[in-house]
């Protein structure tokens, strides 16, 4: 379980200070998907350094699984937006994929294994030997989410993943959280600007205001747990959830002026 | 075919007109291009090799090599420590404006005239460009591929090893491709002070005893030693850095 306590982010340099987060609370339960959606420049990406643990917060804690987050914590892995960054270049697919686990000291024969299960999970099977950069925008964005599934972690992190690729690919990786989640059981706390990804993806949305944020409102998403891009998308309730949701938005970015 | 006719074109005009044009000549200091190369054949035979040419390539060798592991192991240290960064910057940039040469007869009093002494030359001459080159590399690594590496718990060696270093590897390899030209530099130089072999050492006393086509020979030898070492470090950077040339045309081409 992850729980957000009153997070308080606060970045100061040169004597001036700019509140990033000013109060922010939230759990995640075990197995969930969440998505969090806020206006741009809300400081989604704050929260979600924050909460890996590659930012000290001001005030306020994170607990992941019963343990306060004070650096990256072991439980959990994380997908950035600039998949093209995220890999190493200088690795092959298959390198990229295990390095993490080489780190946590896993034995080579079930290191081959969780690589080998992961790049299928994904759909790279046979993909092993290449370089990153020989892929494309969106396969390459499905080798950094094998790299965080073959970690096997409890929490997902995913940090505006989909942001930079385009709209078919999208779909198809938004499928791919899903059936993800789904299979491996894992909780994941997904930062989106996208209303209809987070309605789309998530079995709950938490809102987010303009800077320094706190919660703005949070939704369950009563879909189907069975989504497809076309029935999904066409539901009444989609579009009544994903209005809700703009509104919200749109009060947020109204109150912040 | 076509591309060797433009890469050899040149070379081959530049030996024809020198040989043209200097096949008359009575310049006792610029002899026919056809002694010289007939010195050349006299000169370098197997023996002299082993006597003056390899103990230059070994001191060469083990200058630059420890050169190398020097400036990259204090490079990495000080691209990646920020205060001690400012602290030795203006004196890296002090020791860095003073031409090695000079500094041939002060090591000369401390270290002697043997091999230590050229070794030392040379380390103090090329590793200023591959320090403050890894410097360079390792302050400009990506920071999406630092919390990448955080995140996952790389750290440590092994985050130097798989991250800092592949990253900074390109920056890496311009300082060491500096630093060879400067090493062949400094071995002629440092042996042509004070040395009982080699190949700046056998020049000179070619020079001294005026044997002039020989003296040519020995000039044309380092050239073309000069030109086998870079290309030989041309072919290892291309398989080293066979990713970093990759990622750079995927880029190009997208």
Known sequence: MLEVQGLRKVYSSGGREVEALRDLTFTVENGDLVCLVGPSGCGKTTLLRCIAGLLQQTGGTVTLDGHQVSGPPPGLAMVFQEYGRSLFPWMSVRDNVSLPLKQKRVPRQRRDELVDKALAAVGLAGTESAYPWQLSGGMQQRVAIARAVAYEPSTLLMDEPFAAVDAQTRADLEDLVRSLWQRLNVTVLFITHDIDEAVYLGRRVIMLSSSPTVVQDEITVDLPAERDQLHTRADPRFTELRTHVYEQIQKAKRLSR | ?254
């Open chain 2, 1 to 254: 075919m076509r591309r060797f006719l433009y890469v050899a074109g040149l070379p081959v005009l530049l030996l024809l007109g020198w040989f043209v044009l200097s096949s008359g000549s009575e310049n006792f200091y610029a002899p026919p291009l056809r002694d010289i190369l007939r010195a050349f054949v006299d000169t370098w035979t197997p023996e002299r090799l082993r006597a003056d040419v390899l103990p230059s390539l070994v001191r060469l060798f083990a200058g630059y090599v420890l050169a190398a592991l020097l400036g990259v192991a204090l490079g990495v240290a000080i691209g990646l420590n920020r205060r001690l960064r400012a602290t030795v910057e203006p004196v890296l940039e002090f020791f860095r404006a003073i031409p090695p040469p000079v500094l041939v007869p002060v090591i000369m009093l401390f270290a002697g005239i043997g091999d230590g002494m050229k070794v030392i030359v040379i380390v103090f001459g090329c590793v200023w460009p591959i320090l403050l080159n890894t410097v360079e590399g390792v302050r400009a690594v990506d920071g999406v591929q630092l919390d990448t590496a955080k995140a996952y718990g790389v750290r440590g060696a092994a985050r130097i090893r798989t991250v800092i270093l592949p990253s900074a590897s390109p920056q890496i390899a311009a300082g060491l491709r500096q630093a060879l030209s400067i090493a062949i530099i400094l071995m002629v130089i440092s042996e042509m002070f004070a040395a009982s072999n080699g190949l700046g050492f056998t020049i000179v006393q070619f020079q001294r005893s005026f044997a002039i086509p020989e003296m040519w020979s020995g000039i044309i030898l380092l050239g073309l030693l000069g030109f086998a070492l870079s290309l030989l470090f041309r072919l290892a950077e291309g398989r080293a850095l066979r990713w970093y040339h990759g990622l750079r045309d995927a880029q190009r081409r997208s």
